[in-house]
């Protein structure tokens, strides 16, 4: 490519890349006309201007990935759409995930008049709930159908360490979620076509010829097709390092064009005559891209290999072209094109970690690392060594996690898989392709071969020194772990490497900020309608409550409090409280259980919950300076559910704190006849998530908290909390919070001065402002109830 584009080499496609990302991590969106006007002014000065060309480029990021920010939020329904039904047409893109109770999919409604016009031609993430499999089998990629659902605006969880749905759905393009009203009067109106049909028609010829195990990572690696993976095996393919093969790498995509290429290389020397019309060189090139790109269709054009496909093609035109282009060049034109295409792209992890790689590689490995099997075995274990040093920071940032075995498990499994199993895969596509049943030799060779490696793979994933868990760290580590990096990867020879060490600890060991001796911190975390509490001291922590599981569905635990857990740094629970029986409050035990060693569990007596020992009242212990102190249920109390929840109030020098649960006015009154003098608190977990049957005004005066927080799901059907019980902790004197506008809620009791004690609150949305949040958008940034006096980092 010429030095004279615009658009060429790696100095403009670092500024297209920064002017994207500068504009999509602005806490808001700018006004529509200034992001036509930055991409108009950068397209000028790129265009004209040589001197300010690189300014151009990123104005030009700028404004191209706002607009399309703006286009795929104002494809989101509006509000006044909300819990009602409509009856769509459309088709069932991607492949459905089937589980025991539910289906879930991406259905793309019609565009024509016959839809709701705040619906057509929209991409809806919908669920299908059904106890009997049998009713949800025909839900199948490609094919059409009429379904009446109830969709709601995307809104996710916002919790230390977890993931942000919110921005997936915008990067994806789904204007609602939501699930199917009344399955059995679905109706398909007509069967399954397209690539998505064939990928799942072929994933079921896999499953169905292979009666082994290990069939589901066969239809992994062949077609990208992950949905029989459970998460056992997520966990030791993170464990292992091994998630970036199991996704369908580049190397896949160049073993296909490779193949492609020698294909139309061979027939162009078996018919000569052929190079009159095209020349061979010419042939293979445009067979290799065919190929690259017909592959990645089938694989559903995952980022990879959608990068690698652009990648070759560019290679293939400056030969067509015969112009010379570094691997540089080349890696530089195919994120420069991959951000034209979506700009919004860079939201995901794979954008990042694909071409990190490449970069690194091209950076710290000579072109040529030589013929000879020796020089070739120490450039592939030079390149293993670049790769886990070198994305080491972005995967601790991006996933919390670092991956110890990784280096050792990709010696093994990067040449096996690429070389063997998945050759041997994609060889019984291509022959069920042509003939059913032909590619069923190929399958089950890929899958000998699969078994040979994966038991010892497993064994190295399940070691506990396979991977750690890592504390979130500060915004200025990841350039310091990156410039550590950079450091310790220059050339033999260059001073102050150990030194360099020292900046990558704030991401390997950040600072956790734990309470002092007397101070104590409590975390609510958004669980969404349910509860869970985290309740740190200086040495000890506390768990009261786990959020709310479905049986084969969403699992608080697993996907809120154990991540949140480990993003603050939490090792292991001193104790653990079911405050009652209830799934919006037990119901993730088992996940946080799976994760977290726990020396003491505390519930009611008589729950259903796992208790090992009984919360009473009048039981209490002291941790660094804190008292624990349960309030309710009494002795002998019996167990009612609700009205038998744990109370426990939480004492330290600088301030109390009392978690209610789920108990009502009778409770309550109870509560306020035995034990006046305990309820005055300074934080306060609002009972029951703001029901009507709770928070009534004498137990409100009696409490007088600085800080009422309230933890429900957004847009829950129950229409917690109640605007009247809301409007009593406000007139009371509190500021109240609720989890489903500001995310997790995290306070501190300590020591704000010489004479007074502080309160200190972190509100993740408001301290984390993203473009894409939808309770920011919805509702602004204040509580529902706000107090500008209270403290904030």
Known sequence: MSNDSPFSGPTCAAALLAGVCACLWWPFLPAWPLLVLSLLAGIALAWRARRARVLGVLLLGF???????????????????????????????????????????????????????????KRLRIGSFDDDPRNRAGLVAGSRWRFHVQLRVPQALRNPGGNDGEMQAMAARIAATGYVLEPALALRLAAPTGIDAWRERMSGRIAAALPVASARFIRALALGDTRGLDDRDWSRLRAAGLTHLIAISGFHVGLVAGFFALFAAAAWWVVPGLCRHVPRPFASGFAAVAGAFAYAAMTGFALPTLRTAVMIAALVAARCLRRRQRLADTLALGCIVLLLLDPLAVLGAGFWLSFAGVAWLLWCLPPDQGRRRWAMLR??????????????????????????????????????????????????????????????AGWWLSAQAFDLLWPALARIADSPLAMAWLPEPRWFALPLALLSAFWLLLPRGVPGKPLALLLGLPLLHPPLDLPRHGEVELVVIDVGQGLSVLV????????????????????AGERAVVPALHA????????????????????????????????????????????????????????????????????????????????????????????????????????????????????????????????????????????????????????????????????????????????AVRIWLRQAGVQRPGLLVDERRMARPRLWDAARRRHGTAGLCYAPEMQRP
């Open 536 to 555: 740190r001291t200086a040495r000890h922590s506390l768990l009261y409550d786990m959020g709310p599981a479905m049986r084969d569905g969403f699992d």
């Open 379 to 440: 450039g592939f274990v030079a390149a293993q060594a670049v790769a886990t040093l070198g994305l080491l920071p972005l995967t601790v940032m991006l996933f919390g996690q670092a991956s110890f075995a990784g280096p050792l498990a990709n010696l093994a499994a990067v040449p096996w898989w690429s070389l063997v199993v998945i050759p041997l895969a994609l060889l019984g596509v291509l022959a069920e392709s042509l003939h059913g049943g032909w590619g069923e």
């Open 568 to 743: 603050l740094g939490v090792r292991r629970l001193d104790a653990a409280v079911l405050s009652h029986g209830d799934n919006d409050h037990a119901g993730g035990w088992a996940s946080v259980a799976k994760a977290f060693p726990v020396a003491a569990l505390l519930a009611p007596a008589g729950s259903p919950a796992p208790g090992i020992t009984a919360c009473s009242a009048g039981q209490s212990w002291e941790w660094d300076g804190v008292r624990f102190r349960f309030l309710h249920p009494t002795p002998w109390f019996p167990y009612l559910g609700n009205e038998a929840s744990c109370v426990l109030r939480i004492e330290s020098a600088h301030g109390s704190a009392l978690l209610t649960s789920d108990i009502g006015n009778v409770v309550e009154s109870k509560l306020l006849r035995v034990a006046p003098r305990a309820l005055r608190t300074d934080v306060l977990v609002v009972p029951h998530h703001g029901s009507a049957g709770s928070s009534s005004k004498a137990f409100v005066a009696a409490t007088r908290p600085r800080l009422a927080v309230v933890s429900s799901g957004a847009g829950n059907r129950f229409g917690h909390p109640r605007a009247e019980v809301v409007r009593r902790w406000c007139d009371g004197g509190a500021e109240v919070l609720d989890t489903a506008r500001a995310g």
């Open 63 to 121: 404004g191209f990935a706002g607009l399309h920010a703006a286009a795929a939020l104002h494809r989101q329904i509006p509000a006044a759409l909300e819990g009602k039904a409509h009856e769509v047409s459309g088709r069932i893109v991607g492949l459905p995930l089937h589980e025991v109770r539910r289906t879930r999919f991406e259905f793309v409604v019609d565009a024509d008049p016959t839809q709701p016009p705040a619906l057509r031609g």
